[in-house]
């Protein structure tokens, strides 16, 4: 097991996400940096997909029960284990009644907690992500807190400390034109494209809203409701953009500008309230030149992983 | 009626057809959209008004399988969709149904009438999406049209059944919401323990009929 001692500030168990249940207006939910997550995973020689606690920037504590392998990706942590510091992306084994304290993310927004074997969390309708908004999944469908007891996935052992080479973050995010590009005027396409744009505050893992220069349309145009994914890049009448997140409805009607590459969404998610971002343009092609190099990045840490 | 086919990202095209969204396109949309499921190259099908969107594996070469779409779209034949058809029972009125008075007042009629012109028709659930079980019905006489409120409520509570515009609806969660709240219901929307989870898909039919009349 796995006791939550203090709690504050927003987690909450996340895996890859629920896929397939679309249609039924049910969210694919998952980690907002998925890179990370899988990156953690593979260290521990998880399989990708296995549940972690997903950590928003603040204060988080917990016990472990029994010897346990953990490791903490994504954000950059200040945290420690009984006292001595713990370093993201590095490999460490937990004591029977040893506490982890994540302190304050120094760098980044989203950290993750992954523990050997996974969290053991119930899988609800194919994933163990937990949706906020519906309340299932997860543990107990909703955000951790204090006194929160959680099964962990593997059984007690010891792994060699190891640590890997953290992904970089970026605020140059690419993304592909969607849709409804033509709609907006060749202004807007030039300030979507060179302009910097700031996350403001109210943004959350459903969505994040950038203020900057305004995107005008071309006319007005009324859509009807349609599929959105995590990543589609959505341009409300203020014409302030808004990318969907991890947590994104899945219909809207809003027109979409573009779309975040899928192999650019976990660096979109460490930005930090008030940073910015330049969305550079890319091709299919460049989206997919990406995915192959986060991909080889994946790979080369199973390999190290199992080495050790 | 040829569909258009839109690269949306870098796993997903979405197909659409010039509005209006209508039941007979909208029946068409729902047979395409159970063919494109079989494919092996689709992960996931979402149908919109009067629209599809395929989502991909990623890999998947998006030039070649929209040709394979548009060839599909061309064989699909509208009305082979045979949906259930599901009575949802609605407290009208009183706490439940803060909005009915105002709604009857719009249209300069009693609040019996507002609830006949609701329960009397059969709607049909045109797409899933939103919230988890939240159906898009079609259907709403046009005599119930109601502009949205001017100022939306934070909160509407789960089962919450309203009228917004052109629209009639239940939310399965407690949601912020802008539509006319005019009745409650309890019938299970959405049950993340049951398959399938929700109590409407697309197809389905719905007719609302009347549990309680609160004063």
């Not at chain 1, 990406?290 to 992983?305: D, S």
Request: proline share 5%; aromatic share 8%; net charge neutral.
């Amino acid at each position: 097991m796995l006791e939550i001692l203090e709690c504050a500030t927003l987690a909450s168990v996340q895996d890859l996400g629920r896929y397939g249940l679309r249609r039924l207006g049910i969210g694919h939910a998952g980690a907002m940096d998925t890179l990370a997550l899988k990156a953690g995973n593979l260290l521990l020689q998880n399989e990708e997909n296995a549940a972690a606690i997903e950590v928003a920037l603040g204060s988080i504590s917990m016990r472990f029960e029994r010897d346990t392998p953990f490791c903490l990706t994504g954000a950059v942590y200040q945290a420690d284990l009984d006292g001595e510091s713990v370093h993201s992306y590095w490999r460490y084994t937990a004591r029977a009644g040893q506490t982890l304290r994540l302190i304050r993310a120094v760098h980044g927004m989203y950290g993750y907690v992954c523990v050997h074997g996974g969290l053991d969390v119930a899988e609800v309708l194919g994933a163990r992500s937990t949706d906020l908004k519906a309340a299932f999944g997860g543990h107990q469908g909703r955000n951790l807190k204090a006194g929160d007891r959680i099964a962990l996935g593997g059984s007690a052992c010891e792994m060699q400390r190891i640590g890997i080479a953290p992904i970089p973050f970026t605020n140059r995010i690419h993304a592909l034109p969607s849709s409804e590009y033509t709609a907006f005027t060749r202004n807007a396409h030039y300030r979507f494209w060179q302009n910097p744009w700031t996350l403001q505050s109210d943004s959350n893992r459903m969505g994040y809203r950038f203020g900057g220069s305004v995107l005008n349309k071309v006319k007005e145009i009324e859509m009807l409701s349609h599929a959105v994914q995590f990543g589609t890049v959505q341009v409300p009448p203020s014409g302030q953009p808004i990318v969907l997140m991890a947590d994104t409805q899945t219909t809207g009607g809003y027109p979409k500008i573009a779309t975040v590459v899928a192999a650019d969404l976990g660096h979109l998610a460490q930005i930090r309230f008030g940073s910015k971002v330049f969305f550079q343009i890319a091709t299919p092609q460049e989206a997919a030149k990406l995915k192959r190099h986060n991909e080889a990045y994946l790979h080369q840490i199973g390999v190290i992983a199992k080495k050790k | 009626m040829m569909i258009e086919i839109n690269n949306i990202s870098e796993n997903a095209l979405c197909c659409t057809l010039p509005p209006p969204a209508e039941l007979s396109k909208q029946q068409r949309w729902w047979a395409f959209a159970d063919s494109l499921q079989a494919l092996p190259e689709i992960a996931e099908v979402v149908v919109g008004m009067n629209n599809v969107t395929a989502f991909t594996h990623y890999g998947t070469d998006l030039i070649t399988l929209s040709g394979s779409l548009k060839e599909i779209w061309e064989r699909t034949q509208a009305g082979h969709h045979q949906g259930r058809h599901v009575d949802i029972p609605v407290v009208y009125g009183g706490e439940f149904g803060e909005d009915l008075a105002e709604v009857a007042a719009f249209h300069g009629i009693t609040t019996a009438e507002v609830i006949a012109r609701h329960t009397a028709p059969t709607y049909t659930v045109f797409m899933m999406g939103f919230q988890p079980g939240f159906p898009y019905l079609g259907g709403l006489p046009e005599n119930l049209h109601t502009p949205r409120r001017a100022v939306p409520r934070a909160s509407v509570p789960a089962g919450s059944v309203g009228i917004g515009g052109a629209q009639t609806g239940m939310y399965p969660f407690a949601s912020p919401g802008g539509w006319q709240i005019i009745g409650r219901t309890f019938a299970p929307l959405f049950q993340a323990a049951a398959m399938p989870p929700t109590l409407l898909n697309a197809g389905d039919t719905v007719r609302f009929v009347v549990e309680r009349i609160e004063k």
